[in-house]
């Protein structure tokens, strides 16, 4: 395995693809997290505003020892787990505008096997 190899699979290891807690209902951010020639994407939530979720994002890298990473920001989206268990997705983010909603889910469905994820593309009252 080569170096370029070596280092992909070493942030795909200590970083998680999703980050979201039973429950959630909120603002996502799908981010784009770079390290030399070397990325991934992933979903993260947790704040109340888009560009929050950004930072502690960046924080986060930082505290797991990845100082030398860039975190991107591909847009976001709002989320809930609805009463069926199933999770919804749909809008996004004023700062950074809408996140590629289908690929958030197909994250969002790998992170939780079993778990439907719906993607809606109208707006969903709270």
């Known amino acids: 395995m080569g170096k370029m190899e070596s280092e992909k699979q070493d942030i795909e290891e200590m970083i998680p693809k999703v980050i979201l807690p039973d429950g959630y209902r909120g603002k996502i951010l799908l981010v784009l997290i770079i390290r030399g020639e070397n990325s991934m994407m992933a979903l993260r939530s947790g704040d ?51 996140c590629d909603l289908d690929y958030a889910a197909a994250l969002l469905s790998a992170a939780r096997p ?10 969903v009252a709270s």
Not at 52 to 65: F, K, P, S, W
Not at 114 to 123: D, L, P, Y
């Open 48 to 98: 109340l505003w888009h560009r929050e979720i950004l930072r502690n994002t960046q924080v986060e890298m930082v505290r797991i020892g990845l100082a030398d990473v860039r975190v991107e920001e591909m847009g976001g989206a709002y989320l809930c787990f609805e009463a069926d268990g199933s999770i919804r997705i749909w809008g996004g983010s004023d700062d950074f505008g809408a």
């Open 114 to 123: 079993g778990c439907r994820v719906v993607v809606s593309t109208g707006e």
